[in-house]
């Protein structure tokens, strides 16, 4: 009988070591790269909102052209005169740019959020359902060996 009772929480540490674990490091690793994707398309969380501001605040106050200051890298800016603001480029990723219209580039912007968001949200489920069944498993194995419950 206690020959049976070792063989089944072998089995069950086995479960968890080589099934378990690995399956939650996976999950966690692969909601990293999401978080990645986001701070890649987005680098300051602020530029997005600064981006949806903007576009907000040319519609509203029906801007045609403006003048600004563009960053050619290392901190060195030159002006630029936009003729034609009805139109702008988004970074997509992966170095593509995309030409919008104002309530296009909202509209991405918004979709785009919301699949980071329920991406992130399916696995950080995943990741606790796998830690779920870990702690099943280890309290099956404490039944087994008889030992006293955690409190």
Same mark, same amino acid.
């Given at each position: 009988m206690d020959g049976l009772i070792q063989e089944k929480v072998r089995r069950f540490e086995e479960f968890v070591d080589l099934r378990l674990k690995p399956d939650l490091v996976h999950a966690i690793a692969e909601r +990293?790269?999401?978080f990645e994707q986001q701070e890649v398309l987005y &680098?300051?969380?602020y530029d997005i909102l600064n981006l949806r501001r903007n576009i907000e605040n040319l519609e509203k106050n029906s801007v045609t052209s403006l003048q600004t200051l563009v960053n050619l890298g290392s901190e060195v800016y030159m002006q630029?005169?936009? &003729? +034609?603001t009805q139109r702008i480029f988004v970074d997509i990723g992966l170095g593509f740019h995309v030409e919008f219209t104002w309530s296009e580039a909202l509209k991405y912007i918004s979709v785009k959020e919301e699949s980071l968001a329920k991406q992130i949200e399916e696995y950080t489920c995943l990741i606790a359902s796998i830690k779920a069944q870990i702690k099943i498993v280890c309290e099956g194995i404490r039944e087994l060996l008889q030992l006293p419950g955690e409190r």
């Open positions: +990293d790269k999401v &680098p300051f969380e630029a005169e936009v &003729p +034609d």
